[in-house]
């Protein structure tokens, strides 16, 4: 399937967009609903889990990317925007285990659309820094996002059989 991946410096964004095999309303519950965006969301050999969710506008996620050894990196996403099936924003930040917010964060806006049993995830992520786009790519952050969608992409083909 195809992907595309785009870091523009000058606009503090980065473009991710991706096709995955699989019929959208099972892509739209991968990104939506904790018990599988754990199963994917860290690249691996980390992992992801979540403390706390409520996927609604006002809404948030708190979760954790925890490595091999224990360690943890947490970050708080707070729901913007949400149209079912088709899209949803949010608000990201590093935090600490308290859910104290680091800034600057990022504005993440993820569009889905279907044709022919394919469905393409659009994700525009805008950094409010210069300075925080490039910490994120010098902490991995393309490789690590390519990582977790080949996550997905596995984890939706052993679902749709």
């Known amino acids: 399937m195809q992907m595309e991946f785009i870091v523009d410096k000058e606009t503090k964004t980065v ?35 979540t403390m706390a969710m409520d996927f609604e506008v006002g809404g948030r996620r708190f979760y954790a990317m925890v490595s091999p050894e224990g360690g943890e990196r947490w970050s708080v996403q707070r729901y913007t925007s949400i149209t079912p099936k088709t899209n949803f924003k949010f608000f990201n ?16 806006d993820l569009s889905f659309s279907e044709q022919d049993g394919n469905t393409k995830v659009s994700i525009s992520i805008y950094n409010e820094s210069l300075e925080r786009l490039e910490k994120m790519i010098e902490f991995g952050f393309v490789e690590g996002a390519k990582a977790q969608l080949q996550n997905l992409e596995e984890l939706l083909a052993s679902l749709s059989q």
Do not use: H, M
């Not at 754990?38 to 050999?45: C, I, Y």
């Open 15 to 49: 473009l991710i967009t991706r096709e995955f095999a699989a019929e959208l309303v099972l892509v739209w519950d991968a990104y939506t609903k904790q018990e599988l965006l754990d199963q994917w969301w860290a690249p691996k050999p980390f992992a992801s889990r």
């Open 93 to 108: 930040a590093f935090s600490d285990e308290n859910e104290n917010l680091q800034l600057p964060g990022s504005d993440w």
